[in-house]
């Protein structure tokens, strides 16, 4: 596309590439390039962006970029990449309680404070895309598959496939799909009428995740619990009957998360220098599939920050 390829590559996904521009840019340094961003992406970052949030990539296309169809995002560029890249780069001792809580914080931050207060889910919060600058100062990149909350009911997610991985789904939020999935049988009797729509709860487990890996150096989600995933999703044709796959699926998701944090408190040594961390994060994780209760985002907050 416009012969864009050709340069550096600085990170490719399942949809897009982000190139590294040949030019400089007199104020903002090296520019980075996502060739067929979303038009949704630019213009949530157009939104964010100007605002100069700590947390968000500063955007450099113009106002009227927003409209374009064959979409070119031109951000800031980070030079150390992504933070999932960047950890693997660090010294076991390196990652200490001290950089982890800086990170934390300023995930906890921006994402809390300053993206959701401004009406916008990220929806694919992970390490790969948050981008770093230097260890103080980290920002998040990849709005594709954010959204405006105010028109959040135009992005109802109808079936579980839509949802493609594993990591992107909030269990309690499956195990809500199951109850409603319960409901619509018993009164329509067709499963593609359930609906969910999308909320900033699934953005609050897509933290916790991302917090996980960040600390214990692992994917929430390992091979086995994607294997779960993908064979439950398979099954779905094979059963006759709809509203009991729905239920096993739904089961399979929310046992799975709970298992990995039960094993993971279990594996909890007070001598680890990121034990009151780790131990904050599975707390978390645990109210998260225990409860019904709303997130207190406050609390959260105030709770985090007594392990400064
Ligand atoms: N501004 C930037 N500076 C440096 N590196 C970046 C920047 N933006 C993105 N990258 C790198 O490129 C990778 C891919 O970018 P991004 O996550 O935006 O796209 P993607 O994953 O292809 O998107 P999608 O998930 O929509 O397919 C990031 O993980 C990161 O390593
Ligand atoms: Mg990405």
């Given at each position: 596309m416009r012969g864009l390829e050709k340069y550096t590559i600085l990170g490719e996904g399942v949809q897009s590439k982000v190139v590294q521009a040949p030019r400089k840019d007199e104020r903002y340094g090296d520019i980075a390039i996502k060739i067929e961003a979303t038009s949704s992406e630019v213009y949530?970052?157009?939104?964010?962006?100007?605002?100069?949030?700590?947390?968000?990539?500063?955007?450099?296309?113009?106002?009227?970029?927003?409209?374009?169809?064959?979409?070119?995002?031109?951000?800031?560029k980070a030079d150390h990449g992504n933070l999932e890249d960047f950890?693997?780069?660090?010294?076991?001792?390196?990652?200490?309680?001290?950089?982890?809580?800086?990170l934390m914080e300023q995930i906890i931050y921006g994402l809390l404070q300053e993206i959701h207060p401004n009406n916008i889910l990220h929806l694919s919060v992970k390490l790969a895309n948050i981008v770093v600058f230097d260890e103080t100062n980290i920002k998040f990149v990849d709005f594709g598959l954010s959204c405006y909350m105010l028109l959040t009911f135009k992005r109802e997610i109808d079936t579980p496939e839509r949802?493609?991985?594993?990591?992107?789904?909030?269990?309690?939020?499956?195990?809500?799909?199951?109850?409603?999935?319960?409901?619509?049988m018993e009164t329509t009797r067709n499963i593609n009428y359930i609906k969910i729509i999308?909320?900033?709860?699934?953005?609050?487990?897509?933290?916790?995740?991302?917090?996980?890996?960040?600390?214990?150096?692992?994917?929430?989600?390992?091979?086995?619990?994607?294997?779960?995933?993908?064979?439950?999703?398979?099954?779905r044709r094979s059963h006759l009957n709809q509203a009991i796959w729905y239920e096993k699926f739904c089961d399979g998701i929310y046992q799975y998360s709970r298992s990995?944090?039960?094993?993971?408190?279990?594996?909890?040594?007070?001598?680890?220098?990121?034990?009151?961390?780790?131990?904050?994060?599975?707390?978390?994780?645990?109210?998260?599939?225990?409860?019904?209760?709303?997130?207190?985002?406050?609390?959260?907050?105030?709770?985090?920050?007594?392990?400064?």
């Open positions: 949530n970052l157009s939104i964010l962006s100007p605002q100069n949030l700590t947390c968000v990539i500063k955007y450099l296309g113009s106002d009227d970029d927003k409209d374009y169809k064959a979409q070119l995002l031109y951000m800031e950890l693997k780069t660090l010294e076991p001792e390196e990652l200490n309680h001290n950089l982890c809580f800086n949802l493609t991985n594993l990591s992107r789904i909030a269990p309690r939020r499956i195990k809500a799909f199951r109850d409603k999935a319960k409901d619509v999308i909320s900033p709860e699934e953005d609050i487990w897509g933290l916790y995740t991302t917090l996980y890996q960040l600390l214990f150096n692992k994917s929430f989600n390992t091979k086995e619990g994607i294997k779960l995933f993908d064979t439950l999703i398979k099954s990995k944090v039960r094993e993971s408190f279990e594996s909890l040594s007070e001598d680890d220098p990121l034990y009151t961390l780790k131990l904050f994060i599975l707390g978390y994780m645990d109210t998260y599939l225990n409860t019904d209760a709303p997130i207190d985002i406050e609390q959260l907050q105030q709770d985090f920050l007594k392990l400064r």
